[in-house]
């Protein structure tokens, strides 16, 4: 009997042993939701370590537009050639510098002056301040073709100044289509902005309704 009695006591004990085991193999709410927390912590923690830029050596950014001194790529650069233009970099003077000339030249052959003063200027593809000249002498292509201070002022009509360039008498009255800033080839008959400018930055007005 006694020994009969043992062996029931311990079927009891092992079947409440695996009643107790089959309730934690039953996972609790607590221990779906840890495991799947902790690696979803994990995962915003790393995501918003990604959205830091400064501290993600991996950020690759794509160059989809390119563009220093006005007007050098819409009017100079063959059309065809305009997406690998936006894609290149300021010095890539040997590529498109040709290109350009090549342009100036078919409607100013006769006057290589002109061409080859404008490739100096639009060569390579910046924006050139001379801080060491008169700030009030500002003004796209100043720098080189006025000794003035380079850069470019928000009220420059930059289309009438590259066309005058080209087609009018900035550079020389040889072989001009038109004077400066002046129809039928060296003006985009528009005078001004529509909008006057801000005088905080930055600086231009709102898109015309």
């Not at 305009?82 to 100013?108: C, K, M, V, W």
Request: charged share 20%; proline share 6%.
């Amino acid at each position: 009997m006694l020994e009969k009695n043992a062996i029931r006591a311990m079927i009891a004990i092992c079947a409440t042993s695996l009643i107790v085991a089959g309730c934690r193999d039953s996972k609790q709410p607590q221990d779906i939701a840890g495991p799947q927390f902790s690696a979803n912590a994990s995962r915003n923690a790393n995501d918003d370590a990604d959205d830091n830029d400064e501290n993600d050596d991996n950020t690759v950014y794509e160059q989809v537009e390119f563009l220093g001194n006005p007007l050098v790529s819409e009017v100079t650069i063959v059309k065809a050639n305009h997406d690998r233009y936006n894609r290149t970099q300021p010095y890539n003077s040997a590529e498109f510098g040709p290109q350009s000339l090549s342009f100036i030249n078919a409607f100013r052959g006769n006057q290589p002056q002109v061409a080859n003063t404008l490739g100096a200027v639009l060569y390579p593809d910046m924006l050139i301040v001379e801080s060491s000249r008169n700030p009030a002498t500002s003004g796209w292509l100043s720098w080189a073709l006025a000794n003035g201070w380079g850069g470019r002022n928000l009220s420059d009509d930059v289309v009438d100044a590259g066309l005058s360039a080209i087609f009018g008498k900035v550079i020389t009255s040889a072989g001009a289509y038109c004077d400066n800033g002046q129809l039928p080839l060296c003006t985009d008959n528009v005078p001004k902005n529509d909008k006057a400018f801000s005088n905080t930055f930055p600086y231009l007005a709102g898109p015309s309704q």
